[in-house]
């Protein structure tokens, strides 16, 4: 395989057997999970900073749980502690870092285009993690290895997307991911959050949900963000579980082999009805640990590969 990145910025720069290949070693190390001991100490003398400035449990565990099975030596970096309370600056800050000579930095950062931004000055390999409303690449990897793991293949899968298309780098960067694997993705919910222009990424806007929810493969719900509320998006969270959320008379309409995703945290009883989070045809918590099986992959990957 000739990989050819230095760093992971988004999906959009990967090539459809840059994932596949990722996909491949991902579902390795998730196959090892099982197994004890879980250690794979192939990166140790390597070290990571997770520099996380956006609140994160998922990513930011993971990430730090995937280096230290690699054997990495793992910092993490936590903005109210540091010197950014003092004023010193974003890019002071980082160059600071960047002489501490570790080898990797995963960023979360609410504005669009800070991984970028980084990769053109620091040395180092350089991980999204998450930038504002643009791409939150491993989110899109891990929800491909657990759908290829569910279902064996992704030719013929529909993926109905339902919930804030507007504001969700998730679904910015699940929906690039799953059109170059060849997958149909449905979009719907409020039509103050589900934009047209989300068709020119491959998708197609279906209302009302229920017409959506008949054709699902797989359901892939988006967290209802506090904000949007507040900012008069919808209604309100009642009307938004009634009209929007995965309820049982919504449930009632999908397909026997559906299954459910989600990428946390979720809101229970907003856009997913609680006893649908843990019943059998959810895949939300598979999701966490495909997690941490794609950042080993990716960390191994970026090491070992990257240019
Ligand atoms: N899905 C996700 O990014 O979750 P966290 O914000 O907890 O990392």
């Known amino acids: ?31 090892s999970l099982d197994e004890s001991p ?17 609140a994160s449990t998922r990513t930011r565990l993971s990430f730090e749980m995937a280096g230290r099975l690699l054997g ?28 501490m000579k570790f080898d990797v930095l995963v960023v979360r950062h609410q504005s669009s285009g800070i991984p970028e931004y980084l990769s053109d000055f620091l040395p180092q390999h350089i991980v999204n993690a998450g930038d504002g409303l ?44 799953l059109t170059m694997l060849d997958c149909s993705v449905l979009v719907s919910g409020p039509p103050t959050l589900v934009p047209q222009v ?18 699902a493969d797989v359901v ?12 008069g998006y919808f209604p309100s969270n009642r009307e938004y579980e009634y009209f929007f959320g995965l309820n049982a008379r919504h449930w009632d309409m999908v397909s026997e082999r559906a299954y459910i995703m ?12 609680s006893e649908l989070v843990e019943c059998s045809r959810s895949l939300i918590e598979e999701q966490i640990t495909c997690g941490l099986a794609v950042r080993m992959a990716v960390l191994e990957t970026l090491i070992r590969q990257g240019r």
């Open 220 to 231: 892939y719900l988006l967290r209802v963000q506090k904000e949007r509320q507040e900012a």
């Open 134 to 177: 643009r791409e939150h690449p491993t989110q899109a990897l891990l929800d491909l290895l657990t759908i290829q793991r569910a279902f064996g293949d992704f030719s013929g899968i529909t993926v109905v997307i339902i919930g804030d298309l507007l504001h969700s780098r998730v679904a910015r960067s699940l929906i690039k991911g």
């Open 1 to 31: 395989m000739n990989w050819a990145h230095r760093h992971l910025l988004g999906i959009g720069h990967l090539r459809r057997e840059d994932i596949f290949f990722l996909l491949e070693r991902a579902g390795q190390y998730r196959d």
């Open 198 to 215: 989300v068709e020119s990424m491959g998708a197609r806007v279906v209302f009302p949900v229920e017409e959506a929810l008949r054709k």
């Open 262 to 273: 989600h990428p946390g945290p979720v809101n229970r009883g907003v856009e997913i009805a």
């Open 72 to 99: 990495m030596d793992v910092l993490s970096f936590s903005g109210n502690a540091s010197s950014l309370e003092k004023g010193e600056s974003f890019r002071d800050t980082v160059r600071t870092l960047s002489r």
């Open 38 to 54: 879980k250690q794979k100490p192939i990166l140790a003398g390597y070290s990571m900073v997770n520099f996380f400035l956006e």
